[in-house]
């Protein structure tokens, strides 16, 4: 299995950016598809993005497509949530997730086995 933690959420006035970062210990990275999801108060957890193995296929959901941007360095068991024009419907808590199987798979499912603890992210207005 795989570990996860995220790092870099924080404060951030609208129009600002933030950068997530997913570090992964446990087994190969590279086999894994990497995810981003958000929970904000009282909401259900929602897709974000999601990478796939080699880091050549990506999806997005709607409301953050040409704002955010996914990446990952298997060199370095490292994935990226890079967060552009951020808004304050943004705010929530962020988590990375991982899953063995394809990416077409788990995009599609947007269910995933390995997750993170999560990390806040604060947009104000």
């Known amino acids: 299995q795989v570990q996860l933690v995220e790092s870099g959420g924080g404060l951030v006035q609208a129009g600002g950016s933030l950068r997530l970062s997913c570090t992964a210990s446990g087994r190969t990275f590279s086999s894994y598809t990497m995810g981003w999801f958000r929970q904000a108060p009282g909401k259900e957890r929602e897709f974000v993005a999601a990478i796939s193995w080699s880091g050549g296929s990506t999806y997005y959901t709607d409301s953050v497509k040409g704002r955010f941007t996914i990446s990952r360095d298997n060199a370095n068991n490292t994935g990226t949530l890079q967060m552009n024009s951020l808004k304050p419907e943004d705010s929530a808590v962020y988590y990375c997730?991982?899953?063995?199987?394809?990416?077409?798979?788990?995009?599609?499912?947007?269910?995933?086995?390995?997750w993170g603890q999560g990390t806040q992210v604060t947009v104000s207005s």
């Open positions: 997730a991982a899953d063995q199987r394809p990416i077409w798979v788990v995009a599609t499912t947007k269910s995933f086995t390995y």
